[in-house]
């Protein structure tokens, strides 16, 4: 990784910076950024590993949370992976012993004012011993038989009861509740069924569909006549599944229950806050704030609910009985009949998964003061089949959680969008509703254990970030108790973000780091040009990794918007989409599908005569088999007024409005005249932005390894541009612009992986400020060889002017005034000759070590100090020259190479820490002619450890871990075929003076 070593060039003008800012416009931002709520503030799943717990190690993991600054944790009752069998069975869920538990963080929680959430299962998805036979989970399950006719039947046959169910990932067992007589405890008929023998499934002819009355089953007994000719009889039975929560905890018994299901879904949550509201009193005066519905990953097969005849009707008009043989593989009439039933059926379900589970649960929640979270309806394909629409569900809850992954590289789409990035469907959900949280179960993984540096997270993070995340749940942060040893236990698909990491106690500025994003990214509104409908298909869910269609390009960004809002879309007078969350669109979108409902066209005429911009093709029919004729001869008369008839290309006027076919997104954008929203030269960039009031906040990462110097260019003038620097907490007034036809032009300089906020303030500008930059006679701004040049305005309001590479600058300001500097090299000190090394006792070699240079300590001679996993201390004496220390310098420590986090104390002043690259420390006035003192921490995580004494007998092993190196790794042979990873300080290690000219 390149560093960037800058002169920095004082210009004092005589003139300050012009105007203070302007009363009550920007000072929330500043505050909020240097000083993040609680909501912004990174939270994490707290697994009690198989619902065991230890009350001294939850007290110290509480405070440990509040003094690095997390803004609170979810209690997460969770089986974990045991190969070992090293983890006791623990408590039951929501039993005696499992509430003492609770109850006591709780109370610990209200000491240290730190909110709590609470996972209403074990495992998950929702269920438990509670949950009665009748709300469990259910599927239809079906028994065939061929009879030769004229029969009279007294007997016919039971479905099969499935033992096991499929995933994409594996096959795995059921449970089914079967008495002695070999029946499910519970099961109820819901069809009986003959219909002609044929060598297709079509029944072209229903009337030809005989029906038998169910209530005259009794076991498998019945009394029925067939007429003659061969027939098929069809018995279609609804049972529970039998599948118990995922990652149960051994002492936690049930099964999941019905997520169709009001009466299920009433009944668990009632327990569930019955069960707390008992022991805890008024949860809303609790720290409690929150309760939590895990993703959704039950068994994916044919779904039926108690309540779902009835809904169907209510919903459709008509009844689906005629229809169940569908469910068994039929056709009824022909494939588009078929069709049409099958979309009113998935679109029943799915308004029962959204209203009876996630809408009642929430209404639930905040009648006893407490919000809902949820992966509500997520995370879906490819892994999970989710009959919703992922919107409505996220919609339904108050606070939206999605997941993102690390090293999943098996799921990708044909765009290359990663198919566990389940981000930004999230993010447009949140936009869409007015939800300023987007949560994200962030840094999941099952391969990576105690191996990812704190830069492969924060590279993970910014993804994120630019998609949308706005918070941080850490997946995960396991309590493990004292006798767990070190690292301790952990569940197998996080990333163990606790005080039993080597870093935990160097750790604070990376979740400061992502306070302080979070804290911005929270402001405001997102802003978007284009809102892309995404049609009513069931399942239907919006790509989860940021997709810049082809035909948008780079510069401008988007929302995902489902049918309940676009219903609800209103038009601006300046003729953009404006949605009731505040969102406002300058083009709407409509999907290459066919089908579109009467109500939606409807709406888009609405529109259109209100002003709006519509892209999108003429539909041709309606979806559903309700009254389908007659609307689809409605439907089709009003896009013929709308589309007209033939045109495949068009720009048509509609009202106050134009609706448009055949060109692309930004062809329609540029010819309006609206220009991209940020613009980049030099290097690969991604970006977010928002939108509070007249300020503006860009988010900006460098996606590569290396140093990016590029020149930006964003659609906002007038206003003072700002750099928000998430890593330090610095603000700065930048120096170094031009402005033109309403747009600003910056450079940007960001180190490999870098990132930064660009933030636009409503103030007046401060001048003079630096409009043209030339080195040695060539133009370098405004231009694209803006490369290694930055401008701020220091708190005295003087220019502070940084190049990167030598030569003759010129500095042209916005008055028509110029200065000249030269830019000369640093002086260097190398703090090379030896360096003593502290390490802690205990681990098996002289703790006491001198490095007569520096070096990667994994590949040191002593194999028990090579494989050392924790915190070395590098101290020596440096003598600097009296001459060397001057008033027109700027003095910076750089530590070169360093595994991996760096804290750093000179002359007995701590100077700071830093968890990702480039370990630079500005130095101030810390350093003094003659001797100096520096002491430097330095911590590698547990990977080294956990590798080289995976070999050893347990007895001889200072590592304690129910894990062992990724799932794939046999029980027997932990962590074999991972290679050490880089550990201490290596450098070189440099004190840099740069000159400061005024």
């Known amino acids: 990784m390149q560093s960037r070593h800058y002169t920095i060039l004082l210009v004092i003008l005589g003139l300050l910076a012009a105007t203070p800012q302007l009363p009550g416009q920007s000072t929330s931002l500043r505050d909020i950024f240097e000083h993040p709520p609680e909501a912004a503030k990174p939270r994490g799943y707290w697994i009690w590993g198989h619902g065991n717990y230890d009350y001294s190690r939850m007290k110290e993991e509480l405070r440990a949370f509040k003094e690095m600054g997390l803004g609170g944790v979810d209690i997460f009752d969770m089986g974990i992976a045991d190969p070992y069998g090293i983890i006791p069975a623990g408590n039951p869920f929501m039993g005696e012993k499992m509430l003492d538990g609770i109850v006591f963080a709780v109370n610990e929680a209200k000491k240290l004012d730190l909110p709590l959430g609470f996972s209403v299962s074990n495992g998950w998805n929702a269920g438990g011993d509670w949950t009665e036979p009748d709300e469990m989970i259910m599927r239809l399950l079906f028994w065939k038989d061929t009879i030769q006719g004229p029969v009279t039947l007294s007997e016919i046959g039971f479905p099969e009861i499935p033992t096991t169910f499929q995933k994409p990932y594996g096959t795995f067992e059921l449970f089914p509740q079967v008495r002695t007589d070999g029946f499910p405890e519970y099961y109820e008929d819901v069809g009986l069924v003959a219909y002609p023998l044929s060598d297709n499934p079509l029944i072209k002819d229903p009337d030809r569909i005989l029906y038998f009355d169910v209530n005259e089953i009794k076991g498998n007994t019945v009394e029925i006549k067939l007429p003659r000719g061969q027939w098929v009889l069809s018995r279609a039975v609804v049972s529970p599944l039998g599948q118990k929560m995922w990652m149960r905890s ?30 805890i009193g008024d949860l809303g005066a609790s720290p409690l704030e929150r309760l939590y519905l895990c993703s959704f990953e039950a068994e994916d097969y044919i779904i039926w609910s108690p309540e779902l005849r009835q809904t169907f009707f209510e919903q ?25 039933f099958l979309h009113d059926y998935r679109s029943t379900v799915s308004e029962m998964f959204v209203n009876n589970h996630y809408r009642q649960a929430r209404a639930i929640s905040n009648a006893h003061g407490l919000q809902l979270a949820s992966e509500s309806g997520g ?35 044909e765009n290359g969008n990663d198919l566990l990035q389940v981000v930004r469907n999230i993010a447009s959900a949140a936009h869409i509703y007015g939800r300023s949280i987007v949560e994200m179960e962030s840094f999941t993984s099952h391969e990576k254990h105690w191996q990812e540096s704190p830069l492969e997270l924060k590279r993970l993070a910014d993804l994120a970030f630019c998609q949308g995340m706005t918070r941080v749940i850490y997946h995960t942060m396991p309590h493990s108790p004292k006798e767990a040893g070190v690292p301790g236990w952990s569940y197998q698909a996080g990333t163990h973000i606790s005080p039993k990491m080597t870093w935990w106690d160097q750790s604070r500025p990376f979740h400061s780091y992502l306070a302080r994003t979070s804290a911005l990214l929270q402001a405001g509104r997102f802003v978007a040009d284009v809102a892309y409908y995404y049609g009513e298909q069931i399942p239907n869910f919006a790509s989860g990794s940021k997709f810049i269609r082809k035909t948008l390009g780079p510069g401008y960004d988007y929302d995902d918007l489902n049918k309940e809002i676009l219903l609800q879309a209103s038009v601006t007078d300046d003729g ?79 009202g106050k409005g134009t609706l448009i076919t055949g060109f692309t997104e930004r062809e329609i954008l540029l010819e309006k005249g609206i220009l991209p929203d940020l613009e980049y030269q030099g290097g690969r960039l991604d970006y977010i932005h928002r939108t509070l009031g007249e300020e503006e906040v860009y988010f900006i990462r460098n996606l590569d390894s290396i140093e990016v110097q590029s020149a930006l260019t964003f659609r906002s003038d007038g206003k003072q541009p700002y750099q928000f620097d998430p890593v330090s907490g610095e603000i700065r007034p930048l120096a170094i612009f031009t402005e033109n036809e309403g747009r600003t032009h910056l450079p940007l300089v960001l180190e490999g992986y870098g990132s930064t906020f660009v933030v636009l303030l409503n103030e007046l500008l401060r001048t003079p400020y630096i409009t043209q930059v030339r080195r040695d006679g060539a133009e370098l701004f405004p231009g694209t060889l803006a490369h290694g040049i930055e401008a701020f305005f220091d708190k005295d309001g003087e220019v502070r002017f940084r190049a990167n590479s030598p030569g003759l600058y010129q500095l042209i300001f916005s008055d028509g005034s110029y200065r000249n500097f030269r830019r000369a090299d640093e002086s260097i000190v190398p703090l090379d000759g030896s360096w003593a090394v502290h390490f802690p006792h205990g681990w098996g070699f002289d703790p006491i070590r001198q490095f007569d240079q520096l070096i990667n300590w994994a590949e040191h001679d002593d194999p028990e100090l090579a494989i050392f996993s ?50 630079r420390f500005e130095l101030g006035d810390l350093l003094r002619p003659g001797e100096n003192t520096i002491s430097i921490d330095v911590t590698n995580s547990w990977l080294n450890q956990l590798i080289g004494e995976a070999e050893k007998p347990l007895a001889e092993q200072r590592t304690r871990s129910n894990l062992g190196g990724g799932l794939k790794k046999p029980a027997n042979r932990p962590w074999r075929g991972y290679e050490p990873e880089p550990a201490g300080l290596m450098g070189p290690v440099r004190v840099l003076a740069t000159p400061v000219s005024k």
């Open 379 to 413: 995370p879906g394909p490819p892994l999970h089949y989710v009959p919703t629409e992922d919107m409505k569900a996220l919609g339904a809850v108050d606070i939206m959680r999605g997941e993102f992954w690390n090293k999943k590289s098996e799921y990708f789409d």
């Open 316 to 340: 459709h008009g008509y009844s689906l009985d005629p229809y169940i043989p569908v469910f068994a593989g039929q056709q009824i009439v022909d494939q588009e009949t078929t069709d049409r």
């Open 576 to 654: 953009q989409l404006q949605l009731p969350s505040g969102m406002q669109y300058r083009l709407l979108v409509l999907p290459d599908d066919p089908q579109m409902s009467l109500e939606v066209l409807q709406k888009i005429e609405e529109l259109l005569q209100a002003g709006a911009t519509i892209l999108g093709p003429r539909p041709q029919t309606v979806p559903g088999l309700s009254d389908y004729q007659k609307k689809e001869k409605t439907l089709r008369t009003l896009a013929d007024k709308i589309w007209g008839k033939k045109a495949r290309q068009q720009k048509r006027s509609y």
């Open 250 to 279: 051994d002492n936690s018994r049930g099964f999941i229950m019905d997520h169709y299901s009001k009466k299920a879904t009433k009944h668990h949550f009632e327990h569930v806050i019955g069960k707390l509201e008992e022991r």
């Open 870 to 919: 924790g915190t070395g201390t590098y101290h020596q004496t440096f003598t600097l020259e009296p001459d060397f220390l001057t008033a027109d310098r700027n003095y910076i420590l750089d530590l070169g190479e360093v595994g991996t986090v760096a804290t750093v104390y000179l002359n007995g002043h701590e100077v700071g820490t830093r968890v990702f690259p480039p370990y």
